[in-house]
């Protein structure tokens, strides 16, 4: 049974720094970190492509940094100078093999 499993996030200050990790069975293809802020939608914030392209919102761009580690099969997203709007709970999504996976769910909250 394939899992991905989140860890990491919490509560920081605004500026601060937080790194969120998920990690899988198997290798993960195009993964994506999303997040939804409380009576908001969800929202992708980073993707990395296969060929190590990557994609960010732009609200992130400059601040946020998602990177992998294939021999572990993890997915990470380094979050830089945060602020109360990235607070949210924040998901990572991949696919393993010709499946959609989602993880837990991590709760990432910045107070001013």
């Known amino acids: 049974q394939v899992h991905l499993v989140q860890s990491g996030g919490g509560k920081v200050q605004a500026g601060g720094s937080l790194t969120l990790s998920c990690s899988a069975s198997?290798?993960?293809?195009?993964p994506i970190w999303f997040r939804q802020a409380p009576g908001r939608e969800r929202e992708m914030v980073a993707t990395?492509?296969?060929?190590?392209?990557?994609n960010y919102a732009e609200s992130v761009k400059g601040r946020f940094t998602i990177a992998r580690d294939n021999a572990k099969n993890t997915v990470y997203l380094q979050m830089n100078n945060l602020e109360p709007e990235d607070t949210g709970v924040y998901y990572c999504?991949?696919?393993?093999?010709?499946?959609?996976?989602w993880g837990q769910g991590t709760q990432v909250t910045v107070s001013s």
């Open positions: 999504r991949a696919t393993i093999g010709t499946a959609g996976y």
């Open positions: 198997g290798r993960m293809n195009t």
């Open positions: 990395m492509l296969e060929n190590g392209n990557t």
